[in-house]
């Protein structure tokens, strides 16, 4: 079983930025598709940004242009950066991936990481 360490989050003010980082265990790291997903409360979780094996990525159209995926795959990591944060970016933030789908939706995975709070507010 993968295991899934996310760091990074924080209280920030509004128009701030923070980086996410999701350590993965694993050989297969680099054949991973990973996306970045966060649940606000009372709200399902949301898948908000993917990158795939090959470094293509996508975005939910409430993030796009103001957050950026990204991998090191020496490193067993996926990054995310997010700038520009509202209000609405408030939640806890989770990482996953799956080797052989590249529609990482949430309900795929059984199993999560802890996850990293994310709260912006002034």
């Known amino acids: 079983q993968v295991q899934l360490a996310e760091s990074g989050g924080g209280l920030v003010q509004p128009g701030g930025s923070l980086r996410l980082s999701c350590a993965a265990s694993?050989?297969?790291?680099?054949?991973?598709?990973m996306g970045w997903y966060r649940q606000a409360p009372g709200k399902e979780r949301e898948l908000v940004a993917s990158?795939?094996?090959?470094?293509?990525?996508i975005y939910a159209n409430s993030v796009k242009g103001r957050f950026t995926i990204s991998r090191d795959n020496a490193k067993n990591t996926v990054y995310l950066q997010m700038n520009s944060l509202k209000p609405e970016d408030t939640a806890v933030h989770y990482c996953?991936?799956?080797?052989?789908?590249?529609?990482?939706?949430?309900?795929?995975?059984?199993?999560w990481g802890q996850g990293t709070q994310v709260t912006v507010s002034s």
């Open positions: 996953n991936g799956d080797r052989n789908v590249r529609t990482i939706v949430p309900g795929l995975f059984g199993s």
């Open positions: 990158i795939f094996s090959d470094g293509s990525t």
């Open positions: 694993g050989s297969d790291f680099r054949i991973r598709h």
